[in-house]
């Protein structure tokens, strides 16, 4: 990380590079993995998307961590984030919260990809019961159009 904050002050794509290295590196723990994605996101929020996709879509990463990755991308690149919202809020082994956040952050993004966001938590007989209802809510708020 040392290295990579050094080459942003006089090459940010070399910087950019060696930031998306590290967040896309598994061996790396999680919040320097997010860390590094943040960086690349302020040095070239184009090239955040493989970053954050990285994080979001890792299933060995934290919730809360894959969750803040999948916000970031939302942030630089909508349509990129549909995939990560939708992947954590399927993702049976995610916490209920985190998942239901995800499909409320997708229902924001792409209203139509939210649904079976909702319909995979409000399903889910292990989540509790209250996520699910708000996620049946979530389902019906979207509306028979999405």
Do not use: K, W
Not at 29 to 48: G, N, Y
Not at 98 to 118: I, K, N, S, T
């Amino acid at each position: 990380m040392d290295s990579a904050e050094q080459f942003a002050e006089h090459n940010p794509h070399a910087a950019a590079q060696a930031f998306t290295a590290i967040a896309c590196d598994q061996g790396v723990d999680d919040d320097t993995r997010l860390s590094a994605a943040e960086q690349v996101a302020e040095l070239d929020p184009h090239a955040a998307a493989l970053a954050c996709v990285a994080i979001a879509r890792d299933g060995s990463v934290g919730d809360e961590v894959r969750l803040s990755a999948a916000i970031h991308l939302a942030a630089a690149a909508p349509g990129a984030a549909v995939g990560a919202y939708l992947a954590i809020a399927c993702d049976d082994a995610v916490g209920d919260e985190v998942r239901l956040c995800a499909a409320e952050q997708l229902a924001a993004v792409d209203p139509g990809a939210a649904v079976p966001a909702c319909l995979a938590i409000a399903r889910d007989g292990s989540v509790g019961d209250e996520v699910r209802h708000s996620a049946a809510a979530q389902l019906a708020a979207l509306g028979p159009g999405a």
